[in-house]
């Protein structure tokens, strides 16, 4: 159980163009849920907390108007790079929250 | 905010040695500390967590130590085998479960030599 899924698991996408990373839970629900951005062999860093059915919580220095995240239902929340730019170029994981943090196993955005 | 030292970065032991990580945490309002181990290109997976009324925990050949006074706990692993060669990340959190979001420390990458 406590399985949680990405899609895509990989894209490569043009400058300036906009993509939306799902991020589901699929054997629970989850009130809550959190995106991080993984750079090569470095750290995950917290970019920002998804609540349901309320506004995200995003952690300093993180462009809320760039990272625009949506959790309409307890199994999915979304997050959508607009306006992408090379150095947006990174791994994304989301994890859902039941008695621990479960991760996704990460989207690889690549911004040509 | 919070902020995570973990060393060393790299960790090399022979197979069926121990080894022995270790984290700072910054925040004293932290109350919670997992582990995670994480694959190459897979997700991270928790392994062992404490929680800061407990100073000690085991599970099997790992364990975690915290020192709430000293701000910093410790992942042990004794008798290493070669599939736990992986990335290993600390992490903190004000709330069991990591409920308020987690800070990581910048990861050990630990090498099982056979």
């Known amino acids: 159980g406590a399985v949680v899924s990405q899609h895509p698991s990989w894209v490569i996408c043009k400058s300036g163009t906009s993509v939306k990373i799902e991020c589901r839970s699929l054997?629970?629900?989850?009130?809550?849920m959190f995106w991080y951005r993984q750079f090569p062999k470095q750290s995950l860093m917290l970019m920002a907390t998804s609540n349901e059915g309320s506004k995200a919580t995003y952690e300093q220095g993180v462009e809320k108007d760039k990272f625009l995240i949506n959790h309409a239902s307890l199994t999915l929340s979304t997050l959508t790079v607009t306006s992408a730019h090379p150095e947006d170029s990174s791994f994304y994981i989301c994890s859902a929250l039941l008695n621990e943090q479960f991760f996704g196993p990460g989207t690889r955005l690549t911004v040509l | 905010g919070e902020n995570v030292e973990q060393h060393p970065s790299t960790l090399s032991v022979q197979e069926g040695d121990s080894a022995v990580i270790k984290c700072t945490y910054s925040?004293?309002?932290?109350?919670?500390f997992p582990w995670y181990k994480q694959e190459l290109g897979k997700r991270p997976q928790l392994i062992i967590d404490?929680?800061?009324?407990?100073g000690e925990k085991k599970d099997q050949r790992i364990a975690v130590t915290l020192n709430k006074t000293a701000k910093h706990f410790s992942l042990h692993i004794t008798e290493t085998q070669p599939e736990d060669s992986a990335v290993y990340f600390c992490?903190?959190?004000?709330?069991?479960?990591?409920?308020?979001?987690?800070?990581f420390g910048k990861g050990t990458h630990l090498i099982i030599q056979p």
């Open positions: 992490a903190a959190s004000w709330t069991g479960g990591g409920a308020d979001g987690l800070t």
């Open positions: 925040d004293s309002a932290s109350n919670y």
């Open positions: 054997d629970f629900q989850a009130t809550t």
């Open positions: 404490i929680r800061s009324n407990v």
